[in-house]
């Protein structure tokens, strides 16, 4: 069975503050997707990034951040110099691919205050 | 910039009465999902389409719950009748394609509906 945890349910940070979001997961398969989203409180889950599991490389995207470990099973985020827009809940999820369903599993969430 | 339409954001209503949620994904997406959210907690999958074809709906509380994608393009999800404990958001996603060697691609969500039972 496929298990997403993010044990931090809030993070409370100072603008320009740097700021790691934790995401363990769990999976038997050897081919497998993880992706990070944003829920503003509007609602809309709006994504950021996706990784397969052959690709353990590093990513940088302006003030963002992924680290991959497949030792550790965990798909970190980190956002730099932390902005007031950048509050909101961030969700990890994993897919798997079977019998032509790959639905998202998600962890339950991180939310993320920054204050000016 | 694509994006996936759903409507109405916003629903109340009582206890016993029907409701439907309309999505339409991005066009070309060949997969679309409808996902339940309840208040602090990750988004769960209900149902998965490819094309016009139910491919998962294991999640799915299939004595009140129905949705269908007649045309294999946009798709409706109802609930009848509404049971207080269904309040949630109701996100529909969708991907451009599965294909079973190629791996899947990225989940794109509309703007969701809320649903409150009263």
């Known amino acids: 069975a496929q298990k997403v945890t993010q044990a931090q349910t809030e993070i409370s940070v100072v603008e320009k503050e740097d700021v790691t979001l934790d995401c363990v997961y769990e999976t038997r398969d050897t081919t497998y997707y993880l992706f990070w989203y944003k829920q503003p409180p509007s609602g809309e889950l709006v994504f950021l990034i996706r990784r397969n599991s052959f690709d353990e490389q590093n990513e940088i995207s302006g003030r963002y951040s992924w680290n991959f470990q497949k030792s550790t099973s965990s798909f970190n985020f980190t956002i730099t110099a932390s902005q007031v827009v950048d509050s909101a809940v961030y969700f990890c999820?994993?897919?798997?691919?079977?019998?032509?369903?790959?639905?998202?599993?998600f962890g339950t969430g991180t939310r993320l205050q920054v204050f000016p | 910039e694509a994006e996936v339409a759903q409507s109405p954001r916003y629903k109340i209503t009582e206890k016993s009465q029907a409701v439907a949620f309309w999505c339409d994904p991005i066009s070309g997406h060949a997969t679309l999902y409808w996902y339940r959210q309840i208040l602090g907690q990750g988004p769960e999958l209900l149902v998965q389409?490819?094309?016009?074809?139910?491919?998962?709906d294991s999640q799915l509380p299939k004595d009140r719950f129905s949705a269908e994608r007649l045309k294999g393009v946009d798709s409706t999800l109802k609930i009848q009748p509404a049971e207080l404990g269904d309040s949630a958001m109701y996100l529909c996603?969708?991907?451009?394609?599965?294909?079973?060697?190629?791996?899947?691609?990225?989940?794109?969500f509309g703007p969701g509906t809320r649903l409150t039972v009263l």
């Open positions: 389409f490819q094309d016009e074809s139910v491919v998962d």
């Open positions: 996603a969708s991907s451009l394609y599965i294909r079973e060697g190629e791996g899947t691609d990225t989940q794109y």
């Open positions: 999820a994993l897919s798997v691919l079977s019998y032509n369903t790959d639905k998202l599993i």
